[in-house]
């Protein structure tokens, strides 16, 4: 399939996208750099029709699919939308696995072969609400795939992905290049899929420069963000040094004994008992599917089994009589699954002002110090433009930042991070990442942070949690690595 962008120019609500001149030859796969901003929905947009754009693209003959983050978040929409469990006598965990991916082929052998293709046979009846990040990322390749398509838009698809599943991710993808045509986005050096020789590169949504890999490994823009990343990092971590304070807690902030979560047809994790103390700060570790989202939810009240297990936290006794807001309000939490339930269509000034009420949407009076303090973040974001623009109307990895800002704003005495860097862009990442990394230095808040990716760990972060399946038991046991103040 051959596709030729000429003077191209489209837009979102938000964002647009120029492409001046751009020829994807037969057969050619092509990997994209974005600076900053979500190209990959943009280009996906373009060539499924979805979006209008000014200039011409044309096409021979072909099948076009995508994969985003926006699609999976569309898709759980609909899920959400279709919740049954007020009319059963359980929890609608969502349309199964098979189905999805069954009802884009209407061939139950592609079916087999996608779901045992991209480890999925095991999730086969699991519904889709029960998932994790990494396992949700991968059926959604999968229903892409079911439509046989002749070309693929796959935006970052390793985000949310373990290791051991980046790496089975990559070979599959290697061998359906032969086939298939891709452009892949990434915004990680380190997701450049090795098979592809060519290189779009945009800048603030334009498309800046064609090139093959030798010419990318030289080309300056890596270091230019890291360096703009760094000085906005440090006018982030001045506002939140200005608002400091320290917790009231003696120790331990949290104690889980003997924790176990177990559903009717399988356990995911038992015998975990883990202590945190003041000022350390967690790295939690494991593969997708684990239960790491899962412990971390348990500590912010937000799974029902955290009221079934043996939990101290801030001094109390997990279901002794304390509210799930007394709980709360010492918490700051970044995760996908709060990023796909934030669903009402608040401003973004507002979104950052539920942080200090720890409630999805806002329907609190802030004071003045605390609007004041909202719009200093959305002026350190680069965002002021957006203080009154609809959270639902921002691209992904904007709607993203905003939620990290609305969990540091408290400046609490947990935060929590469930792969917080989830649709960022470069730019954004690195922003994110320095600032973490000031926080855990400075115990400004006391970190517990899941990311599947080396180059993401954090210097100041000294203790691990690691998930480790017991072949014995057919289920995750707690590996703790715990390096103690002196």
Same mark, same amino acid.
């Given at each position: +399939?051959?596709?030729?962008?000429?003077?191209?120019?489209?837009?979102?609500?938000?964002?647009?996208?120029?492409?001046?001149?751009?020829?994807? =030859?037969?057969?050619?796969?092509?990997?994209?750099?974005?600076?900053? #901003?979500?190209?990959?929905?943009?280009?996906?947009?373009? /060539? !499924?029709?979805?979006?209008?754009?000014?200039?011409?693209?044309?096409?021979?003959?072909?099948?076009?699919?995508?994969?985003?983050?926006?699609?999976?978040?569309?898709? /759980?929409?609909?899920?959400?939308?279709?919740?049954?469990?007020?009319?059963?006598?359980?929890?609608?965990?969502?349309?199964?696995?098979?189905?999805?991916?069954?009802?884009?082929?209407?061939?139950?052998?592609?079916?087999?072969?996608? @779901?045992?293709?991209?480890?999925?046979?095991?999730?086969?009846?699991?519904?889709?609400?029960?998932?994790?990040?990494?396992?949700?990322?991968?059926?959604?390749?999968?229903?892409?795939?079911?439509?046989?398509?002749?070309?693929?838009?796959?935006?970052?698809?390793?985000?949310?992905?373990?290791?051991?599943?980046?790496?089975?991710?990559?070979?599959?993808?290697?061998?359906?290049?032969q086939?298939?045509? +891709?452009?892949?986005?990434? =915004?990680?050096?380190?997701? +450049?899929?090795?098979?592809?020789?060519?290189?779009?590169?945009?800048?603030?949504? $334009?498309?800046d420069?064609? +090139?093959? *890999?030798?010419?990318?490994?030289?080309?300056?823009?890596?270091?230019?963000?890291?360096?703009?990343?760094?000085?906005?990092?440090?006018?982030?971590?001045? /506002?939140?040094?200005?608002?400091?304070?320290?917790?009231?807690?003696?120790?331990?902030?949290?104690?889980?004994?003997?924790?176990?979560?177990?559903?009717?047809? *399988?356990?995911?994790?038992?015998?975990?008992?883990?202590?945190?103390?003041?000022?350390?700060?967690?790295h939690?570790?494991?593969?997708?599917? !684990?239960?790491?989202?899962?412990?971390?939810?348990?500590i912010?009240?937000?799974?029902?089994?955290?009221?079934?297990?043996? @939990?101290?936290?801030? #001094? $109390?006794?997990? #279901?002794?009589?304390?509210?799930?807001?007394?709980?709360?309000?010492?918490?700051?939490?970044?995760?996908?699954?709060?990023?796909?339930?934030?669903?009402?269509?608040?401003?973004?000034?507002?979104?950052?002002?539920?942080?200090?009420?720890?409630?999805?949407?806002?329907?609190?009076?802030?004071?003045? $110090?605390?609007?004041?303090?909202?719009?200093?973040?959305?002026?350190?974001?680069?965002?002021s433009?957006?203080? $009154?623009?609809?959270?639902?109307?921002?691209?992904?990895?904007?709607?993203?930042?905003l939620?990290?800002?609305?969990?540091?704003?408290?400046?609490?005495?947990?935060?929590?991070?469930?792969?917080?860097?989830?649709?960022?862009?470069?730019?954004?990442?690195?922003l994110? *990442?320095?600032?973490?990394?000031?926080?855990?230095k400075?115990?400004?808040?006391? /970190?517990?942070?899941?990311?599947?990716?080396?180059?993401?760990?954090?210097?100041?972060?000294?203790?691990?949690?690691?998930?480790?399946?017991d072949?014995k =038991?057919? !289920?995750?046991?707690?590996?703790?690595?715990?390096?103690?103040?002196?």
């Amino acid at each position: +399939m051959e596709v030729r962008f000429d003077q191209v120019t489209a837009s979102s609500a938000i964002s647009a996208v120029t492409i001046d001149n751009w020829v994807i =030859a037969h057969n050619q796969s092509w990997a994209v750099f974005s600076s900053e #901003g979500d190209i990959g929905s943009l280009l996906g947009g373009l /060539l !499924c029709n979805e979006l209008s754009f000014t200039g011409a693209i044309k096409t021979s003959h072909g099948k076009v699919a995508q994969v985003s983050l926006v699609e999976q978040q569309r898709l /759980l929409d609909e899920e959400i939308a279709n919740d049954d469990t007020d009319f059963l006598d359980r929890i609608d965990e969502g349309t199964r696995v098979f189905d999805l991916i069954h009802e884009n082929s209407q061939n139950e052998s592609l079916t087999r072969t996608l @779901i045992e293709d991209l480890d999925l046979t095991h999730l086969a009846d699991s519904g889709f609400r029960v998932l994790s990040t990494g396992e949700t990322r991968r059926v959604m390749l999968a229903r892409a795939l079911a439509t046989q398509p002749d070309f693929v838009v796959l935006d970052n698809p390793f985000s949310g992905l373990d290791v051991a599943h980046r790496a089975s991710l990559a070979r599959y993808l290697a061998t359906l290049s032969q086939t298939v045509q +891709m452009i892949v986005t990434f =915004a990680r050096e380190e997701d +450049m899929p090795e098979w592809v020789d060519h290189i779009a590169l945009f800048n603030h949504g $334009k498309l800046d420069g064609l +090139m093959d *890999k030798n010419a990318w490994n030289s080309h300056p823009v890596i270091a230019q963000l890291k360096a703009q990343s760094q000085e906005q990092s440090e006018h982030m971590m001045a /506002l939140i040094r200005r608002h400091q304070h320290s917790t009231p807690f003696e120790n331990p902030i949290f104690e889980l004994k003997d924790g176990h979560v177990e559903y009717t047809t *399988k356990t995911i994790f038992s015998d975990v008992s883990w202590r945190i103390d003041k000022g350390q700060h967690w790295h939690v570790k494991g593969p997708n599917g !684990c239960g790491k989202s899962t412990l971390l939810g348990m500590i912010f009240g937000d799974h029902p089994q955290c009221y079934s297990n043996d @939990i101290h936290i801030f #001094g $109390k006794q997990r #279901g002794s009589g304390e509210t799930i807001w007394e709980i709360k309000k010492h918490i700051g939490m970044v995760s996908s699954a709060l990023h796909l339930q934030y669903r009402v269509n608040c401003s973004a000034l507002e979104v950052i002002l539920s942080g200090f009420y720890d409630s999805i949407g806002l329907y609190n009076q802030p004071t003045i $110090k605390e609007r004041e303090l909202a719009k200093e973040w959305m002026a350190i974001l680069h965002m002021s433009q957006y203080i $009154k623009t609809p959270f639902r109307k921002l691209e992904y990895g904007q709607q993203r930042l905003l939620l990290i800002a609305r969990a540091i704003v408290k400046q609490p005495t947990l935060l929590i991070l469930d792969e917080p860097y989830q649709g960022l862009d470069y730019l954004g990442r690195r922003l994110m *990442k320095n600032t973490l990394e000031l926080i855990a230095k400075e115990n400004l808040s006391q /970190l517990l942070y899941v990311s599947h990716y080396q180059d993401d760990e954090l210097a100041s972060i000294h203790n691990t949690l690691t998930f480790v399946f017991d072949e014995k =038991a057919k !289920c995750y046991h707690a590996a703790l690595e715990t390096v103690r103040k002196s």
